[in-house]
C-alpha cells in the first residue's frame, strides 16, 4: 500500500534524519502516518542497509525529541531483495506532540508547523476539550428561539437550567460556548454567516443579501432555509401519470450542507462563513479545515462521523436536524 506513491498519511526518505521528527510530530497531532526509509521521492528503492542501527538512532530520537512520547512501531519489509524500514506513527490522544517546542501537520505531502489557532486547537484535545467547552465571558443569555424549537419537537415547555446542564450548555454554574451559540444574544463574531444572491453565475451583480449575526445558531439554519426557498427555481417534471416537484438545487442537499457547516464550523476562526447562490449552483464556505484526525478522503467517502461540536451536534440530532448516521455527505453526493 506504500509504494503508490507519497500522500498526506506516506512519506518517503532516502535515509533517516532528524527532518523526519516533524512528520512523527504531525502524525500523532493529526492522524496516523507511516514513514517509509530507504526509498527517494519519485518511488527509486534504495533499500536500508543497517536496519538495527538506523532503528536505534530514530527511536532515541524520537523519546528525546517529542514531548510527550508518541506511540510508534517499526516493520522491515523486503522488496525486491532490498529492506525498506517503515516507522508506523498512531494518533495520540495528548496533543500536542511537539518537536523543538512546535507542533507540526501535514499538508497534502509536505510537513508544515500548525499555526496559534491549530496549536491551541490542539491543547484542548489534550484536555478533551474543544472551543464549544469553554466558559464564556458573556453570560446574560436567553434562549427564547430554542425553547420554542424544544416545544415543537419534543414537547418540552420550559428550557430549565437542569435541562442546559443536561445538554452539557452549563459548566457548574456558567454558560459556555456551546450555550453562546445557542443562544438569541449569540454575540460571537465566529460565528457570522453571509447570505448572497447573485444573478447569474458570476459575482458582479448581487441581487440579495442578507448578514446573520447575533442570533441563535438554530435561528441561522432556518433562515438559511428561508433565503434558499426565497431564490432556487423550482419546476415540474412528469414521471408517469403524475407530476414532480423539482428545485435547481435539491432542497435535501442544500439541507445538509448549511446543518454541516453549522455543526461542525471552527468558532474558534473569526472569518464568516458564506453561502452563494448562483444560477447554476450553491457555493457553501466554512471556516476552519476538517475536524483533528478526520482524512479528507474519509470525509468525502462520507461513512465516518466526527463531530467537530459535539454539544452542538447532540442539539441538532434532537430537534431532528441531523442525523447520527454518518449520512450527511452521502446523502448531498446523491
Known amino acids: 500500500m506504500f509504494l503508490n506513491g507519497e500522500k498526506k498519511n506516506v512519506e518517503y526518505k532516502l535515509e533517516y534524519s532528524k527532518t523526519i521528527l516533524k512528520t512523527v510530530s504531525a502524525y500523532a497531532n493529526f492522524h496516523d502516518g507511516i514513514i517509509v526509509l530507504g526509498i527517494r521521492d519519485d518511488g527509486t528503492i534504495i533499500g536500508v542497509n543497517k536496519i538495527?542501527?538506523?532503528?536505534?538512532?530514530?527511536?532515541?530520537?524520537?523519546?528525546?525529541?517529542?514531548?510527550?512520547?508518541?506511540?510508534?512501531?517499526?516493520?522491515?519489509?523486503?522488496?525486491?531483495?532490498?529492506?525498506?524500514?517503515v516507522v508506523k506513527v498512531y494518533k495520540g490522544d495528548h496533543t500536542p506532540y511537539t518537536y523543538?517546542?512546535?507542533?507540526?501537520m501535514r499538508r497534502d505531502t509536505a510537513t508544515v508547523q500548525v499555526d496559534a489557532t491549530m496549536n491551541q486547537n490542539l491543547i484542548l484535545e489534550g484536555r478533551n476539550l474543544s472551543f464549544e467547552d469553554l466558559i464564556s465571558a458573556e453570560q446574560n443569555l436567553t434562549f427564547d428561539y430554542f425553547n420554542s424549537l424544544m416545544k415543537k419537537q419534543l414537547k418540552i415547555t420550559t428550557l430549565s437550567?437542569?435541562?442546559?446542564?443536561?445538554?452539557?450548555?452549563?459548566?457548574?454554574?456558567?454558560?459556555?460556548?456551546?450555550?453562546?451559540?445557542?443562544?438569541?444574544?449569540?454575540?460571537?463574531?465566529?460565528?457570522?454567516?453571509?447570505?448572497?444572491?447573485?444573478?447569474?453565475?458570476?459575482?458582479?451583480?448581487?441581487?440579495?443579501?442578507?448578514?446573520?449575526?447575533?442570533?441563535?445558531?438554530?435561528?441561522?439554519?432556518?433562515?438559511?432555509?428561508?433565503?434558499?426557498?426565497?431564490?432556487?427555481?423550482?419546476?415540474?417534471?412528469?414521471?408517469?401519470?403524475?407530476?414532480?416537484?423539482?428545485e435547481d438545487v435539491p432542497l435535501i442537499a442544500y439541507r445538509?450542507?448549511?446543518?454541516?457547516?453549522?455543526?461542525?464550523r471552527d468558532y474558534s476562526v473569526a472569518v464568516d462563513?458564506?453561502?452563494?447562490?448562483?444560477?447554476?449552483?450553491?457555493?457553501?464556505?466554512?471556516?476552519?479545515?476538517?475536524?483533528?484526525?478526520?482524512?479528507?478522503?474519509?470525509?468525502?467517502?462520507?461513512?465516518?462521523?466526527?463531530?467537530?461540536?459535539?454539544?452542538?451536534?447532540?442539539?441538532?440530532?434532537?430537534?431532528?436536524?441531523?442525523?447520527?448516521?454518518?449520512?450527511?455527505?452521502?446523502?448531498?453526493?446523491?
Open 52 to 85: 538495527e542501527e538506523t532503528k536505534l538512532n530514530i527511536e532515541n530520537a524520537i523519546n528525546d525529541a517529542i514531548i510527550p512520547k508518541p506511540y510508534y512501531e517499526f516493520e522491515v519489509h523486503p522488496v525486491e531483495e532490498l529492506d525498506l524500514l
Open 161 to 246: 437550567d437542569d435541562l442546559l446542564k443536561t445538554l452539557g450548555l452549563i459548566e457548574g454554574s456558567k454558560y459556555n460556548n456551546a450555550a453562546v451559540l445557542l443562544s438569541d444574544e449569540n454575540p460571537l463574531k465566529s460565528s457570522v454567516v453571509q447570505l448572497v444572491a447573485f444573478s447569474d453565475q458570476s459575482v458582479n451583480r448581487i441581487k440579495d443579501k442578507i448578514t446573520l449575526d447575533s442570533c441563535s445558531l438554530l435561528q441561522q439554519f432556518d433562515e438559511c432555509i428561508s433565503f434558499y426557498k426565497k431564490h432556487i427555481n423550482v419546476g415540474e417534471i412528469i414521471e408517469s401519470a403524475y407530476r414532480k416537484t423539482v
Open 273 to 334: 462563513a458564506r453561502i452563494e447562490m448562483f444560477s447554476d449552483r450553491i457555493e457553501i464556505i466554512s471556516p476552519g479545515g476538517l475536524p483533528i484526525g478526520l482524512l479528507s478522503e474519509e470525509f468525502i467517502e462520507g461513512r465516518i462521523s466526527k463531530a467537530r461540536n459535539r454539544k452542538i451536534a447532540d442539539v441538532f440530532l434532537r430537534l431532528k436536524i441531523i442525523e447520527k448516521l454518518a449520512t450527511g455527505i452521502r446523502r448531498i453526493k446523491e
Open 256 to 264: 445538509e450542507a448549511v446543518a454541516n457547516m453549522l455543526v461542525h
Open 100 to 104: 523543538q517546542n512546535r507542533a507540526y
